[in-house]
């Protein structure tokens, strides 16, 4: 009787372990589907005229006296927060993701961002940099001079520092310190940053990026952690150049909707085991943090949704690349009322 109650449990806990390395085996063999998205009808509301207006009211607004929304201490989402779980952030996303992290941001810098030589990029949430130094490792290879008088070819923002100064020491490391610069900044006011060293020491407040100065905008998991994604998607058209080679990348979760057997299991993965995995890389320290990502992850809008979100900011999506059975996607847009050569 016994025997066979253990033999019974054994049976259920190899089940249980069959379900997480059946994902994984499904998501390396699988192949990313690409959505192509048609050309919007003409809107004055994201016209070039409308957002050179709107680029002159943000430069000449007064900033709020209210703080914003992501530097809030101790919101989820915000800066503080990803300051608590820094320490494990690199390790913990490549548990989470089955080691295919890296392959989703290589493939939103070599098929959607398509740069270069010349081009001034940014980066939003670089978090610790891993696309930031990808951009930067691109553009050494294409030829961009590392000791230019003009400055860093790739700016990351982000809002924690503690993410920062670990970003900042793999920039040294990999001797990109004259084309990647990191800085504290807002993606929802990018009026202002604050640039940070390795130690964590930041600079006093200088001028962030100006209006239509940059030809590539990067943003990777991070656009759903921003308080106010219109104001984020906003400054993104205010910064990027009207080029037809102008492009923003986003790559972003999402609750897989369950139509195939594979995707119901990448959802459970989702929902079940990365919270799971974030409790236990912080020994228990991180478990309301990695709680809210999950949360953060079924409350993101679905992809047509989004891709909607960004084209009425003058953000066209040309297309959406999902991955994983549907739990991330790649969202390749450029701006708006740009003529696009045949």
């Given at each position: 009787?016994a025997?066979?109650?253990?033999?019974g449990?054994?049976?259920?806990?190899?089940?249980?372990?069959?379900?997480?390395?059946?994902?994984?085996?499904a998501a390396?063999?699988?192949?990313p589907?690409?959505?192509?998205?048609?050309?919007?009808?003409?809107d004055?509301s994201?016209?070039?005229?409308r957002?050179?207006?709107?680029?002159?009211?943000?430069e000449?607004?007064k900033?709020?006296t209210?703080?914003p929304?992501?530097?809030?201490?101790?919101?989820?989402?915000?800066?503080?927060?990803?300051?608590?779980?820094a320490?494990v952030?690199?390790?913990?996303?490549?548990?989470?993701?089955?080691?295919?992290d890296?392959f989703?941001?290589?493939?939103?810098?070599?098929?959607?961002?398509?740069?270069?030589?010349?081009?001034?990029?940014l980066?939003?949430?670089?978090?610790?940099?891993?696309v930031?130094?990808?951009?930067?490792?691109?553009?050494?290879d294409l030829?961009?001079?590392?000791?230019a008088?003009?400055?860093?070819?790739?700016l990351g923002?982000?809002?924690?520092?503690?993410m920062?100064?670990r970003?900042?020491a793999?920039?040294?490391?990999?001797?990109?310190?004259?084309?990647?610069?990191?800085v504290?900044g807002?993606?929802?006011?990018?009026?202002?940053?604050?640039?940070?060293?390795a130690?964590g020491?930041?600079?006093?407040?200088?001028l962030?990026?100006?209006?239509?100065s940059?030809d590539?905008i990067?943003?990777?998991?991070?656009?759903?952690?921003?308080?106010?994604?219109?104001?984020?998607?906003?400054?993104?058209?205010?910064?990027l150049?009207?080029?037809?080679?102008?492009?923003?990348?986003?790559l972003?979760f999402?609750?897989?909707?369950?139509?195939?057997?594979?995707?119901?299991?990448?959802?459970?993965?989702v929902?079940?085991?990365?919270p799971?995995?974030?409790k236990?890389?912080?020994i228990?320290?991180?478990?309301?943090e990695y709680?809210?990502?999950?949360?953060s992850?079924?409350?993101?809008?679905q992809p047509?949704?989004?891709?909607?979100?960004?084209a009425?900011?003058?953000?066209h999506?040309?297309?959406?690349?999902?991955?994983?059975?549907g739990?991330v996607?790649?969202?390749?847009?450029?701006?708006?009322?740009?003529p696009?050569?045949s």
């Amino acid at each position: 009787m016994a025997s066979g109650l253990m033999v019974g449990c054994c049976k259920i806990s190899f089940a249980i372990a069959l379900v997480p390395i059946a994902v994984i085996i499904a998501a390396l063999v699988e192949k990313p589907t690409i959505r192509e998205l048609p050309v919007l009808p003409h809107d004055t509301s994201t016209s070039p005229e409308r957002v050179a207006d709107q680029a002159k009211s943000a430069e000449t607004a007064k900033p709020e006296t209210k703080q914003p929304a992501s530097q809030a201490g101790g919101q989820f989402g915000s800066g503080s927060m990803f300051d608590r779980i820094a320490f494990v952030y690199d390790s913990t996303n490549k548990w989470m993701s089955l080691g295919l992290d890296q392959f989703w941001r290589k493939t939103l810098i070599e098929d959607c961002m398509q740069l270069e030589r010349a081009d001034a990029v940014l980066d939003l949430a670089t978090g610790t940099a891993d696309v930031s130094l990808l951009a930067g490792n691109r553009l050494r290879d294409l030829g961009r001079d590392i000791d230019a008088p003009d400055g860093q070819a790739v700016l990351g923002v982000d809002p924690s520092s503690e993410m920062l100064r670990r970003g900042v020491a793999k920039v040294e490391n990999q001797g990109l310190k004259g084309v990647v610069r990191l800085v504290k900044g807002d993606a929802q006011d990018l009026s202002e940053v604050r640039g940070i060293d390795a130690e964590g020491k930041l600079e006093s407040l200088t001028l962030g990026v100006e209006s239509q100065s940059v030809d590539k905008i990067s943003m990777a998991f991070g656009i759903r952690n921003v308080p106010d994604r219109t104001l984020a998607l906003r400054e993104m058209r205010r910064v990027l150049r009207s080029k037809e080679s102008s492009r923003v990348c986003i790559l972003e979760f999402s609750l897989p909707d369950g139509s195939s057997f594979l995707s119901r299991l990448a959802n459970k993965f989702v929902t079940h085991v990365v919270p799971a995995i974030g409790k236990m890389a912080t020994i228990g320290s991180g478990a309301e943090e990695y709680q809210y990502l999950e949360r953060s992850i079924l409350e993101f809008p679905q992809p047509l949704d989004f891709a909607a979100a960004m084209a009425r900011e003058g953000l066209h999506v040309r297309t959406i690349t999902s991955f994983a059975y549907g739990a991330v996607h790649l969202y390749a847009a450029m701006p708006a009322h740009v003529p696009v050569s045949s």
